[in-house]
């Protein structure tokens, strides 16, 4: 991952935020959501004020949205396990990763909910046709 020049040596005062921060700009890059922020470093230091300090408690922590309507917008933002973000993703569009298979020890009360209510036996790539299929009718 690239640094850009102006962000001086904030990378490597807050490694992990600037990780999850270029995450979070490739999508909003991609048009997947949208954020008020700036792309630069006061844009970057307001999203570290916004997030607070990096989750040691975590197993794999993930910028998660609050209202998935909206994109990357102040208030609107929080670190979430990286399995409830999926499962909170599942939900929306109709499918459920493999990957949240792969770790049961580490499901939320959330979690083990949403995958008890849905059929997780697919393969990856049926659950992706189902995922489109719903897409598209809705």
């Not at 230091?45 to 607070?52: A, C």
């Not at 910028?63 to 979430?80: C, E, M, P, T």
């Not at 849905?118 to 393969?123: C, D, E, Q, S, Y």
Request: glycine share 6%; net charge positive; aromatic share 10%.
């Amino acid at each position: 991952m690239a640094k850009a020049p102006w962000f001086g040596e904030l990378p490597k005062l807050y490694p992990d935020h600037y990780k999850h921060w270029h995450w979070m700009w490739d999508r909003i890059t991609r048009g997947v959501c949208d954020t008020d922020l700036t792309r630069d470093k006061s844009g970057f230091l307001l999203f570290v004020e916004e997030i607070g300090e990096y989750p040691s408690d975590m197993k794999r922590p993930t910028v998660g949205r609050k209202d998935h309507s909206i994109g990357y917008l102040l208030g609107n933002f929080a670190w979430q396990e990286n399995v409830d973000n999926i499962a909170e993703m599942s939900k929306r569009v109709g499918s459920v990763y493999v990957m949240i298979e792969r770790r049961p020890k580490h499901r939320s009360e959330e979690t083990k909910k949403i995958l008890s209510e849905a059929n997780i036996g697919k393969p990856w790539s049926e659950a992706r046709r189902v995922a489109q299929r719903k897409r598209t009718l809705n």
